[in-house]
């Protein structure tokens, strides 16, 4: 088994010939892996399928067994969203903010890669595609450490990656992956010297031991406790369409909604209307008194653990509030800070939304299932980062570069 040490030299051995590369070749090696990927969908999916045995066999909680499963269209989707990156502007080279100085030097700031990237994730096989492909064009290499859970997924996939790129001439070591799965050597690659920035992709759990264990920089990707808040002019058909959406449509991801806020003077109106729809789709509810006052006892007592879960299942958290004041306190205390949306046709209250709540993406009368690279226009994404510094929200390629300063001059010196 390749040791992390030997994956680490290989990786920044093959870096600087990936990020003098042109557009044009990197592009080339893009869409060999959108087309690999098409061409040998079959193999991909039985790959997957022992994983999902083996997770089936574990008693792998139903969410994190969507998560981990690979289907002909997600395969069709993670294809196009390395096309979509293709068609991106290429950022590296990029000269941001020239200015001329008295002296006459000419100052700008050029977009660089980063170097060696690191992506720890858990049973999630599309980033294993998502994360590579968005390395490659940002001219980065990359060492991905993904789930035991999805080891044989993510070694094909791997090494369709690896062929495709050096079919066009790039080098393959550009992306490595470690098969060790142990959880020693996960804390080990947290350490790990050729790496210049390490991104952890998962659930609290996860991102806490990297947080608290690294010793290379990191960008934290956080948990998706989102919100849906039903303000008091509210439309109530378009606030159960959305909420119905931002729960249900795909709840085991960090961007589905956990926690339902309604107005108090609208309660009586929209709680039945979307309780309804919610049950039909099997979604169990834990709310305030007041909400199993409008409800019944089908509804479980809400608990303070309830209003800052994460609960990536089909269960939601429900709270009647007095005000517009009062929701955006108890988001702005609950929040893991992705992902909030207000349904409202009051143009104050939306503004007071937008301004007050400080979450990475923030929504009036959507869904909040749209914080996501590929929505967003930024092809795939790397992971969605909750804290404020570097980079926030969905990571497209402009978060996977740094810069340097460049400064032309003409014969000056300093006195």
Not at 143 to 155: C, F, V
Request: glycine share 8%.
């Amino acid at each position: 088994m390749t040791t992390l040490d030997t994956l680490g030299r290989k990786a920044k051995a093959a870096q600087p010939q990936l990020a003098v590369a042109g557009t044009q070749k990197k592009n080339e090696a893009l869409l060999a892996i959108a087309q690999a990927l098409e061409s040998r969908q079959e193999e991909i999916l039985e790959a997957n399928l022992r994983d999902i045995n083996h997770g089936r066999q574990m008693g792998m909680a139903p969410g994190l067994l969507d998560r981990l499963t690979l289907t002909p269209a997600r395969i069709a989707s993670m294809a196009e969203g390395v096309r979509q990156i293709v068609r991106l502007e290429d950022p590296i080279g990029r000269m941001d903010g020239a200015t001329t100085r008295p002296n006459g030097l000419q100052i700008g700031k050029m977009r660089v890669p980063m170097g060696v990237i690191g992506i720890i994730y858990e049973a999630r096989p599309n980033v294993t595609v998502d994360a590579a492909a968005l390395c490659l064009k940002t001219g980065n290499a990359v060492i991905l450490r993904g789930g035991k859970e999805a080891a044989s997924s993510n070694m094909f996939l791997t090494d369709l990656m690896r062929e495709a790129v050096e079919s066009t001439g790039l080098p393959a070591d550009s992306i490595q992956l470690v098969t060790d799965t142990a959880r020693e050597t996960a804390v080990a690659m947290m350490k790990l010297k050729y790496l210049d920035v390490l991104i952890p992709r998962g659930g609290a759990g996860l991102i806490r031991t990297v947080v608290e264990n690294a010793t290379v920089p990191v960008i934290e990707t956080g948990v998706g406790n989102c919100h849906i808040y039903i303000d008091r002019s509210a439309d109530v058909d378009m606030g159960v369409a959305i909420l119905v959406n931002a729960k249900t449509q795909r709840p085991s991801v960090c961007n589905a909604a956990e926690s339902l806020l309604v107005h108090a003077d609208v309660a009586e109106a929209f709680l039945p209307a979307a309780a309804q729809q919610l049950w039909e789709r099997g979604v169990k509810l834990r709310g305030c008194e007041a909400t199993r006052r409008i409800l019944g006892s089908r509804v479980e007592p809400a608990t303070e653990e309830d209003y800052g879960t994460e609960y990536l299942d089909l269960i939601l958290s429900i709270r009647v509030v007095p005000s517009l004041d009062e929701a955006i306190a108890h988001i702005n205390r609950y929040s893991s800070h992705h992902s909030e949306a207000i349904i409202t046709q009051d143009y104050h209250s939306s503004q007071r939304f937008l301004k007050e709540i400080d979450s990475a993406a923030v929504y009036v009368n959507a869904s909040t299932r749209f914080t996501d690279g590929f929505e967003f226009g930024f092809g795939a994404e790397i992971g969605i980062s909750t804290q404020k510094l570097h980079a926030r929200g969905p990571m497209g390629l402009e978060a996977l570069t740094s810069f340097k300063y460049v400064i032309y001059g003409d014969g000056q010196i300093r006195g």
